[in-house]
């Protein structure tokens, strides 16, 4: 099977079509279309519905796709091998990180790690949520992923980097006489959440689970960097990390520390087997 095929068809998948996929690996279009048709006369099943101008893998094209990302990379795995000879000094690492890890620990790690080999791209993606990042994993967009170890399958494999204390903000002037706060104080709150089926979310409906209660939730926040303003705004209070805890004290927002402590577990996450170079190290460096 043709190497260069199965990249011209993940090319027409990503981009939706032959016309833009065409300019995307810098190939003419009838030279895209004859590789693809190819590829699929040597498969003995159309790979692709033609839907007038766009595109979409048949059930024969969805069940390669994961393969074919995996054949691609390890090619690029073999290459990267060689040049991690000379020292990691050319190539790339896609990252998938969830929304809330962004920021911390993802920004320190990317930082060490530009620092270290100046010469490797690394490419951010950003799910939308665990389903998304999984995802990514699975067909090998991404070689490493940064999310909470709860909420990823088995057959990944993770690596737990560190446990995030959790503080609730609440807009400034509230009156607190502790920095602490029970969760069952939270009740009559009105909360600033992401929406359901985040990670995030479930770690506060599940805090408030624990002790027989439900969150009241006043603004849905899908924008999560919308979050900290809407509390500085008088919207209500969130839940977060403590990095941005403090940065959302500094800004003049009330600090509080749930009890019992709520913490959530920082992995990284890939597929079993061999890591490329800059993986590897990416790895390495966040672990150590």
């Known amino acids: 099977m043709d190497l260069r095929r199965l990249g011209y068809l993940l090319a027409v998948v990503d981009h939706g079509g032959f016309t833009a996929a065409a ?4 190939v003419s279009q009838p030279a895209l279309s004859l590789a693809v048709k190819e590829l699929e006369e040597e498969l003995r099943a159309p790979l692709l519905y033609r839907l007038g ?5 048949t059930p024969a094209g969805e069940a390669l796709i994961g393969p074919a990302r995996q054949a691609l990379r390890d090619v690029e795995t073999a290459r990267a091998a060689v040049a991690s000879v000379a020292g990691l000094e050319s190539g790339s690492l896609a990252l998938a990180s969830l929304p809330t890890l962004a920021a911390d620990p993802l920004a320190g790690l990317v930082g060490r790690f530009r620092a270290a080999h100046p010469g490797v791209v690394v490419d951010l993606s950003a799910p939308e949520d665990d389903a998304d990042l999984i995802a990514l994993l699975r067909d090998g967009q991404c070689e490493l992923g940064l999310a909470e170890g709860v909420s990823l399958p088995d057959e990944l494999t993770t690596h737990e980097l560190l446990a995030q204390e959790l ?3 609440l807009p400034p002037g509230t009156i607190r006489a502790s920095r602490h706060l029970l969760v069952e104080e939270l009740e009559q709150v009105p909360l600033i959440a992401a929406p359901k089926g985040t990670s995030s979310r479930r770690i506060l409906d599940e805090a408030f689970a624990s002790v027989g ?3 009241r939730v006043v603004v849905l926040a899908g924008q999560r960097e919308a979050i900290l303003p809407l509390v500085l705004a008088g919207a209500g209070a969130a839940m977060v990390p403590e990095p941005l ?3 959302a004290r500094r800004l003049g927002a009330v600090v509080a520390v749930p009890r019992p402590s709520i913490r959530r577990h920082v992995v990284l996450a890939h ?3 061999a ?3 800059a993986a590897r190290r990416f790895l390495d460096l966040a672990l150590g």
């Open 23 to 26: 300019k995307a690996t810098f």
């Open 53 to 57: 101008r766009g595109v979409r893998p």
């Open 167 to 169: 503080s609730v903000i």
């Open 213 to 215: 209660l439900v969150p």
């Open 245 to 247: 805890a403090e940065q």
């Open 271 to 273: 597929r079993p087997g």
């Open 275 to 277: 890591l490329a170079p």
